[in-house]
């Protein structure tokens, strides 16, 4: 008798979180629009966030935000085969247009006064830059970030 062979979703998952984030309204921001844009889950590192009233459709009701102590801490956590991908400006970012998302990835953004260090971006496989010549937002950074994926790949 032939065996059913499961099938299985191929389009992976993503998180995305902030590094020592300074506004707590960046990480409500950026958590409505994780879960809005498919998500899997979200996080901060080093810094703790509570849910706040603003966000009126009560993501933390609908995916995820963990809290990691350190860097190591987070990588030590990343899911099975997942990339931590590095969202900063450098010389040397890949621009965002060109970047070929993992079918598995962490989204890691930086501080808003002073981003992600050097010794942070040698933690990620990749590192990838928006457009513009000046920094944006963090929230709205990340939200840029996951509109690019969801529009190269299917969710
Ligand atoms: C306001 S920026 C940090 C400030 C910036 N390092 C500076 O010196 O002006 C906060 C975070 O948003 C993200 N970000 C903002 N604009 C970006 C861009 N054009 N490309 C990639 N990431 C960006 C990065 O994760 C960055 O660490």
């Not at 966030?49 to 102590?69: C, E, G, M, N």
């Not at 085969?81 to 970047?99: A, Y």
Request: net charge positive; aromatic share 10%; hydrophobic share 40%.
């Amino acid at each position: 008798m032939a065996r059913l062979k499961q099938q299985y979703e191929g389009n992976g998952f993503y998180g995305i979180g902030i590094l020592n984030n300074a506004n707590e309204f960046n990480v409500g921001t950026l958590w409505r629009t994780a879960y809005i844009l498919g998500a899997a889950f979200i996080f901060t590192v080093t810094k703790k966030y509570k849910p706040q009233s603003s966000d009126v459709t009560k993501a933390w009701t609908k995916i995820p935000l963990f809290h990691y102590r350190t860097i190591d801490e987070l990588k030590w956590n990343l899911p099975h085969s997942t990339k931590l991908i590095g969202v900063e400006m450098t010389k040397e970012s890949i621009p965002l247009i060109q970047f070929k998302h993992p079918i598995r990835g962490v989204y890691l953004l930086g501080n808003e006064k002073i981003g992600l260090s050097e010794n942070i971006l040698d933690e990620c496989e990749s590192v990838v830059s928006l457009p513009g010549d000046s920094s944006l937002n963090v929230a709205v950074a990340g939200s840029i970030l996951m509109y690019d994926r969801v529009s190269k790949i299917e969710i």
